[in-house]
């Protein structure tokens, strides 16, 4: 686990400058005086979490809960995995969720004993100056995940010093990019984890509708077409790939919030390729869809599996 920076509409957000006379802002970010203006009422975005009692959104709760209660799911991929994890985003458009923050030591300076001199190196150190930072994760692929929590009792549990932010999940996915986070993952260390894919997360971000790659037809023509300029390969079929699933605490498997690889593509070679002509093939079939745009944008991750 590591902290960042944070992103500076968060820094703004838990800035505390002494600017006034009585020890308080004076102003806001853009200089605009707070005196004399009315903050009250619903629509005032400052205010949107006035009345949060720290519990996890109902809908959201319902969404993940639907995971376990999905079609049946096995070790491997799922035939029909149904919209679980569309309605997880779904419900995360809408939701609150908390952002955790730590102090983070940014500057240290050596204790001075009562006659002004140093203490020997090694001995005391002070603490000069912290930061407050992001918290992030290493998902097993290396990428950087920033952790978000559907409450502040799951956030307490996983990380009790850490200072709960309340933002909207869109904004989360903002501060994820801005950290160079792909992925979220929501509650981690509770009863189950969902991992937020980065194609998901980018949508989030931008407030537009999410498909899954593994329920997304017009990713299906796109492979088609890209394999159709290649002689050696007879066909080629998406479904979704083990890296869907998730596990529960209790060792239940739930149909959606996995880590990855979320898509499959079944490839059927003509037969009596040579070894190296098989790696030629899957290896110029690999390249064309890195270089096509949307398939980039709507796949995380692939495993390539050849057909008999």
Do not use: C
């Not at 959104?57 to 079609?71: E, K």
């Not at 999940?169 to 929501?186: F, I, K, N, P």
């Not at 593994?214 to 890209?226: K, S």
């Amino acid at each position: 686990m590591t902290a960042r920076r944070l992103p500076a509409h968060i820094a703004a957000a838990l800035a505390g400058r002494q600017d006034g006379p009585d020890g308080g802002n004076t102003a806001d970010s853009a200089g605009r005086p707070w005196a004399g203006r009315d903050l009250s009422g619903p629509d005032n975005p400052l205010h949107a979490f006035d009345d949060d009692d720290g519990s996890a959104d109902p809908g959201l709760v319902a969404a993940v809960a639907g995971l376990l209660g999905g079609p049946a799911a096995t070790e491997g991929p799922v035939d029909q995995p149904g919209p679980g994890e569309r309605r997880v985003l779904a419900a995360l458009a809408t939701a609150r969720v908390f952002i955790p923050i730590v102090a983070q030591l940014t500057v240290t300076g050596e204790a001075e004993n009562a006659a002004g001199s140093a203490v020997p190196q090694g001995a005391l150190h002070s603490d000069k100056e912290a930061d407050m930072a992001l918290v992030t994760l290493t998902a097993p692929d290396g990428r950087k995940a920033l952790p978000v929590f559907s409450s502040t009792g799951a956030l307490e549990r996983w990380h009790p010093e850490a200072r709960p932010v309340a933002a909207y999940a869109s904004r989360a996915a903002l501060a994820a990019a801005a950290d160079g986070a792909e992925l979220l993952v929501l509650d981690p260390g509770a009863a189950l984890t969902v991992v937020v894919r980065r194609p998901a997360v980018w949508a989030l971000a931008q407030q537009v509708a999410w498909t899954p790659s593994y329920e997304d037809p017009a990713l299906v023509t796109l492979v088609e077409t890209a394999a159709a300029g290649q002689e050696e390969i007879l066909s080629v079929a998406l479904r979704p790939a083990a890296g869907v699933l998730s596990r529960a605490a209790d060792g239940s498997i739930a149909s959606g919030g996995g880590p990855g690889p979320e898509l499959r593509m079944d490839v059927r070679l003509r037969p009596g390729l040579p070894a190296e002509g098989v790696r030629e093939a899957v290896t110029a079939l690999r390249s064309t869809l890195l270089g096509l745009p949307d398939f980039v944008e709507r796949v995380d991750s692939l495993d390539i599996k050849l057909m008999g």
